[in-house]
């Protein structure tokens, strides 16, 4: 019987998770990371790892606060309408991106976020609409960090 091939060597990642400290890239570009493993068999092995620190903080929206907004949508808005704004920033000057999840899932395909400003839009009339409310989760990542959700209700209401 022939034996498996060898497995790849195992990808690494080392991740600051901002909250957890500060990383000042002034002071110190890179850091010595010394990391050591051992089967507890033999001697263990030692080495020594230089990462870098490249800055970079994470999008976030505008205001910081908005993690839930609850707004109404007019049940006579046409195709193309945009329905909500949503703003962010990214301190790095990196272009923010937005992707937009619409729930309850039959009407993902009535809205549309515009993934370079964030404005949500309806791609039907809303009195094609079958829901009372819809729920909008919308992300931001700057290609490097996605940020958490930001969850928006929106009621339609009927003229």
Request: hydrophobic share 35%; aromatic share 8%; charged share 20%.
């Amino acid at each position: 019987m022939q034996s498996p091939p060898p497995l790849p060597p195992p990808a690494s990642c080392l991740q600051y998770r901002a909250g957890v400290g500060t990383l000042d890239y002034t002071s110190a570009q890179y850091y010595l990371v010394t990391v050591s493993c051992t089967d507890n068999k033999e001697t263990p092995v030692t080495e020594v790892i230089e990462v870098k620190v490249i800055p970079n903080s994470p999008p976030y929206f505008i205001p910081e606060d908005y993690q839930y907004v609850y707004d109404l949508m007019d049940s006579g808005a046409p195709a193309g309408q945009v329905v909500y704004d949503v703003d962010a920033k990214d301190d790095d000057g990196d272009d923010v991106i937005y992707s937009l999840e619409v729930l309850p899932q039959s009407s993902a395909s009535h809205y549309k976020i515009d993934r370079a400003t964030g404005k949500i839009s309806t791609t039907v009339p809303l009195k094609a609409e079958c829901n009372g409310d819809v729920t909008f989760r919308v992300t931001i990542s700057d290609g490097n960090i996605t940020a958490a959700p930001m969850v928006i209700v929106m009621a339609i209401k009927s003229n």
